[in-house]
């Protein structure tokens, strides 16, 4: 008989190799063909619930690895919150209206703008949901568990009604209104844009400043040769100019340059004559801004005034004190001459172009950039362009054209923010904030948020449901919106336009305004914020098996200005309270280097391609591993470390259920009071270690998990409890009470810690689950492990903690005999220790039920309670002498023993080794041992 038969040698099928682009898909279809998303919620039917509502992501495109980051984390969540027993539901969503599907028809060659509405938005919805299709392929690679047989989509006759029921709720409250004001304008869009629609880019602009001729200076100004110094970054607004504004608290100086003197104000005095290049200037006369209200300005190119008007908007910090005022195009011009009453005169079109309404015909038809140097030369040529220089400064852009936007003042509908801006904040700070800043910035955006451009001129999108009577008199009423809203549940928003306004009214609908009963529709669509603002309508509050308000919304911090702050709006308006209990932000996915990925850098990296060459586990590893509070790094090196962990993770797994595989949970299990010292230390810290890691789960808090989890691997099984397990697994006779106390715990590790990282890893654990003994089917079935009560749970961490740093001494002292060739592997060594009286009791006390020797894998251990030698060596609580072990080799137990060959039938083993054998192994003792 083989010695090596006689050994317990750990077995399984479980693979060191994870074939992850493989089995992943052979593990989803499988989730999938079983229903395992319906069969986990049906087990926790009537618990308590978990709703997290997910954001739509725009349908267009494969995902990137911001969607990965987004969804796993949600899906980590979820899962989490399943096997806590909570009823836990994951409807995903989908964006689907909005300008980037209307413009990748353009390149296909659709012109919209000469088709029928109907019909180009049939080639829109058939577009959005082939990207749909596209991307729930995708996600469901993944590892995502999700309702994805019924997601929600805005484009949805359902979700579609909903929102025209919110739009007429908030209308009946008399937070709708129409007006003409400057508003984001994107030419290259031909459409209004929201707040969250721009972006800032740094583009070079034109500086200047010009002198408007004082024309009347209300007696205290002259009207000879003085003029008003304004400075712009945008001189083809000058056309357009009404007033001159001043801040009224300011102080102000005339100043003398050669005959000419110009109004400027006194804290800007002298970098204004720095920049203009005024050597010789003296300041003649002191004025208050507010004593400069109502005087008029001749305006420098056309016969207009330019009245002078008093703001705290205007501001030190840069130009002259005096603020260049066009109405039409900024909104501080157009609320400053609301104020008095000036015109919102705005003569630019859809396009960027100036209109006929500019008085100068040299500008009709020229589009607004290209006016920047025609307008300087025509200041120039009149003597009123002062100094022209150029600088670079971070200016709004179209986030889908990625093209510069403009203020400009066009007839709208708006949301108004300011009649019930209050209940908002309110909610604010109701609701929790993941990270804290959370709260305080989006109140600080709500708080100073202008009122909301709801109107859309674009054809892709959820209509306004507004009608107009013949004199133009706007109609909305209950009864039009829930008319039209059972309609369009019935044959979706492209009703709109396949009818006429009299058959999308009530039935004998009359208007006073209408007397010929003759209606007409209006033509613009709803901001798309607008729409997935309305999804906890046509969501959370809609559907049976979910819930109002949510208990979670997660996105990129990205959507404070964005799907979080539209949500609020849309919910206060109409509920009186906000859509979510709780919101967790996270950062941009970045490269390595801190860059945006683009395709132009080349730093993209596909999440499908990741899953083909790594696995979806890894992608998954790697969010657990993010720190999303800040922006989050992603690289192929960074990817290949997750790997190295997963790895790491696995092969753990793997000689845990090698060495558990002959171990009956229901038969074998050592009770917990009967285990050795060193057995419970180690129940005791997976104990802890699932509370830790549930509490961090509760947080949302994946990278303490992994980080807890990934330490109690490498720290306190790898490098300790599995590391002299060995000594124990694989010699002991297979039913010892030493071998199955190890085996107990080893099974408990691996039960627990599977559980714990399934939300993180699904398909590993699944696979996992399959070698240990389980009633379960599926690990996505069961619940997180319990958190026990141990009674010596302080004393035994305490005692086990001091033996570990007696520990630590010992190890230094074994690599330095190693270093000095005195001994090879630490079973060459005969330790002794010379502790502390202290440590001599804890050595003491452990050593009666757990062998110390063992644990330190050593072949000799001694505690003496003599004086360290010199040659020891000497720590904080302990010396430590090391010497080769004295005897042979035993070829069983690889330990240095002078008892080899006591036992005269097995003279090649220890009497340790031959006892076992002789026991256990009566065969050997007729045939003998090779």
């Known amino acids: 008989m083989k010695i090596k038969e006689t050994l317990n040698l750990g077995k399984t099928k479980f693979k060191m190799r994870g074939n992850l682009p493989v089995r992943e898909a052979e593990w989803e279809k499988e989730w999938e063909d079983n229903k395992l998303y319906e069969q986990r919620l049906k087990l926790n039917q009537g618990n308590p619930r978990f709703d997290l509502h997910d954001g739509p992501p725009f349908a267009n495109g494969n995902i990137h690895m911001g969607h990965s980051l987004n969804k796993i984390s949600k899906d980590i969540i979820v899962r989490y919150k399943n096997m806590r027993g909570f009823y836990a539901p994951f409807v995903p969503g989908w964006d689907t209206h909005g300008l980037p599907i209307e413009q990748q028809l353009a390149k296909q060659g659709v012109d919209r703008k000469t088709m029928d509405r109907a019909k180009y938005r049939e080639l829109c919805r058939q577009f959005a949901m082939e990207q749909i299709e596209k991307q729930r392929t995708d996600f469901k690679r993944l590892g995502i568990l999700a309702d994805w047989d019924h997601p929600y989509i805005t484009l949805q006759p359902e979700f579609e009604a909903e929102e025209i029921r919110v739009f007429g709720k908030m209308f009946e409250k008399g937070y709708i209104y129409k007006g003409k004001k400057p508003v984001y304008w994107s030419w290259s869009s031909e459409s209004t844009l ?43 607004t000058i056309p357009a100019n009404l007033g001159i504004s001043v801040n009224p608290q300011f102080d102000y100086s005339v100043v003398q340059v050669g005959d000419k ?30 004593e400069m209200d109502r005087m008029v300005a001749k305006h420098p190119l056309y016969d207009q005034d330019s009245l002078v008007m008093t703001g705290m908007h205007v501001t030190a910090d840069d130009g002259t004190g005096l603020v260049h005022t066009a109405p ?24 960027g172009c100036f209109t006929d309404e500019v008085p100068d015909p040299d500008l009709v038809g020229m589009f607004y950039d290209d006016a920047n140097k025609v307008v300087v030369e025509k200041l120039e040529a009149v003597g009123a362009l002062l100094k022209l220089s150029f600088f670079t400064h971070s200016y709004p852009h179209d986030w889908r054209t ?80 829930e008319h039209l809203a059972k309609i369009v549940e019935k044959e979706g928003t492209n009703a709109w336009y396949t009818h006429t306004a009299e058959e999308l009214l009530p039935e004998g609908f009359t208007s006073e305004h209408s007397p010929n009963g003759k209606f007409t529709k209006e033509q613009d669509i709803l901001d798309v914020w607008f729409d997935s603002g309305s999804s906890w309508a046509g969501v959370m509050k809609n559907r049976d098996n979910l819930n109002y308000p949510a208990d979670l919304y997660l996105e990129g911090s990205d959507q404070y200005r964005g799907w979080f702050n539209s949500s609020l709006i849309t919910s206060v308006a109409t509920q009186g309270k906000a859509p979510y209990k709780q919101v967790l932000s996270q950062g941009f996915v970045l490269d390595d280097k801190g860059h945006k990925m683009s395709k132009s850098l ?26 999303t509070t800040s922006d989050v790094a992603v690289s192929y090196d960074i990817l290949n470390q997750a790997a190295e962990s997963y790895r790491k993770i696995r092969n753990t797994f793997r000689y845990m259920l090698a060495n558990t595989s002959d171990f009956d949970p229901e038969t074998d299990r050592v009770v917990y009071d009967d285990l050795r010292s060193v057995d419970q230390y180690l129940e005791v810290k997976l104990n802890d270690l699932v509370k830790s890691c549930l509490d961090a789960y509760d947080r949302f808090d994946f990278t303490t998990v ?27 006779a297979q039913n010892s009470k030493e071998r199955r106390s190890m085996q107990t715990v080893i099974y408990d590790a691996a039960v627990k810690l599977a559980k714990v990282l399934t939300p993180i890893l699904p398909h590993t654990m699944e696979e996992i689950w399959g070698f240990l003994h389980e009633k379960e089917a599926y690990i996505q079935l069961t619940n997180m492990p319990e958190v026990e009560t141990y009674a010596n749970h302080d004393e035994l ?33 005969a330790v002794t220790l010379y502790p502390s009286e202290e440590v001599r009791e804890l050595l003491a006390k452990l050593n009666s039920d757990s062998e110390l020797r063992e644990i330190l894998i050593v072949s000799k251990l001694t505690i003496s309670s003599e004086d360290a030698p010199a040659s020891a060596t000497n720590y904080e609580n302990v010396a430590v002498s090391v010497e080769p072990a004295e005897g042979e080799e035993c070829p069983r137990c690889r330990m240095i023993r002078t008892d080899l060959g006591e036992d005269k039938d097995l003279p090649q083993l220890c009497g340790r080794c031959a006892k076992i054998v002789r026991e256990n192994f009566p065969e050997a003792l007729e045939e003998g041992l090779e």
């Open 797 to 829: 961490l305490a005692d086990w903690q001091q033996f570990m740093a007696v520990r630590d001494d010992v190890l230094k002292a074994l690599e330095e005999a190693r270093n000095a060739k005195l001994i090879g592997k630490s079973f060459e060594a």
């Open 402 to 481: 990625k093209k510069p936007v403009i203020f400009r003042a066009t007839t709208q509908w708006f949301a108004s923010i300011s009649k019930f801006r209050n209940e908002i904040l309110d909610e604010i700070n109701k609701a929790s904030f993941m990270p804290s800043w959370g709260q305080t910035r989006l109140y600080n955006m709500i708080k100073d948020r202008g009122d909301w451009v709801i109107s859309r001129q674009r054809a892709w999108g959820v209509p306004l449901p507004i009608f107009y009577a013949e004199d133009g008199t706007p109609i909305v009423t209950p009864e039009t919106i």
């Open 261 to 290: 003197k110009y109004v400027v104000g006194t804290s800007r005095l002298e970098a204004v004559a720095e920049t203009l290049g005024w050597e010789n200037y003296e300041v003649v006369q002191h004025l208050k801004g507010s």
């Open 602 to 627: 080349g730093n993209v990296i596909s999440p499908n391609d990741v899953i083909k060459k790594m696995g979806a586990e890894i992608i998954r590893l790697w969010v657990a591993q993010a720190d």
């Open 706 to 732: 992994f980080k807890q989890v990934f330490k109690f691997i490498s720290n306190d099984l790898s490098a300790f409890y599995l590391d002299f397990a060995k000594d124990v697994l694989y010699i002991e």
């Open 328 to 351: 039409g195009f900024g909104e501080d011009d157009f609320n400053v001459g609301q104020r008095y009453g000036l015109p919102v005169f705005s003569p630019i079109d859809n396009k």
């Open 194 to 236: 929201a707040e969250a629609e721009v972006e800032y880019h740094d583009v070079k602009s034109p500086n200047i400043y010009v002198a408007f001729p004082v024309k009347d200076g209300k007696g205290i100004l002259d009207t000879e040769n003085t003029y008003f110094i304004i400075w712009t970054t945008t001189p083809w």
